[in-house]
């Protein structure tokens, strides 16, 4: 029976690693996918960026054509300016000559300007497209990294899985059935008990139980906390042997 109960709380702490070592495999991926993302919204974020800069670069398009039409509309209005007959047409041009040249520094008011915010714009791109292309070279150091870890800890996880067998293999099929069904519902499926406390709950157990378990010779029940339980010396004295 000691040999029962040590290989059971053997079996625990080698699920124990398990668990440790299937969560370091599946959290190592994740770590790959959060640069991912990372990267994922730069590209979002330049995109707009290029989309905002086509529609200032069209937008100065227009005000450039505009400013060409205002500037032949001025010569036009000047050139009628040498033919006036009377005071009225002469008011009349000098009117249109006036809107006129205000349309046109307007114009290359809002060039000047457009112009400035494209090279905003570009400059902008260019810090963003360096950000982009520095990350991506972190994340195929860091997929190398991760590959390489992933690699480790499937061997490693593997052999742990191996020897995990062999030591249930060892156990008597009913005590490993119920070690399983334990561990399924608690987590801790065996604990010691200690001065008559069992460390699974922090509650003491019967005096008469307590006195079962100090002999080694049947698995007990906690029966505050359901799960199994032994006496801490038992298995001390059962390494010292070793």
Not at 45 to 53: G, I, P, Q
Request: hydrophobic content about 35%; charged content about 35%; aromatic content about 2%.
């Amino acid at each position: 029976m000691r040999d029962q109960l040590k290989l059971l709380e053997e079996l625990q702490r080698h699920d124990a690693e398990l668990i440790e070592l299937e969560g370091l495999c599946k959290s190592l991926p994740e770590r790959i996918q959060a640069v991912e993302s990372a990267i994922a919204e730069l590209d979002r974020l330049l995109a707009e960026k290029r989309l905002e800069l086509a529609d200032t670069e069209a937008f100065r398009k227009g005000q450039e054509q505009e400013k060409k039409e205002a500037a032949e509309q001025l010569s036009r209005a000047k050139a009628k300016s040498s033919q006036v007959r009377n005071l009225k047409e002469g008011n009349a041009i000098s009117r249109e000559l006036e809107t006129t040249r205000r349309q046109l520094e307007q114009r290359e008011e809002e060039i000047v300007k457009l112009s400035q915010a494209i090279t905003e714009q570009q400059a902008k791109i260019s810090e963003h497209e360096a950000r982009i292309s520095e990350q991506r070279k972190e994340l195929a150091a860091e997929q190398e990294r991760v590959g390489k870890r992933i690699t480790e800890m499937q061997g490693k996880l593997l052999a742990a899985r191996t020897h995990r067998d062999e030591l249930a293999a060892k156990l008597r099929p009913d005590f490993l059935k119920k070690y399983s069904t334990i561990r399924m519902r608690r987590g801790l499926a065996i604990v010691a008990v200690r001065d008559g406390t069992c460390r699974g709950c922090n509650m003491r157990i019967p005096p008469q139980l307590y006195n079962i378990i100090q002999r080694g010779a049947s698995l007990e029940i906690c029966p505050n906390c359901n799960r199994m339980i032994y006496w801490a010396k038992l298995l001390e004295e059962v390494a010292e042997t070793a």
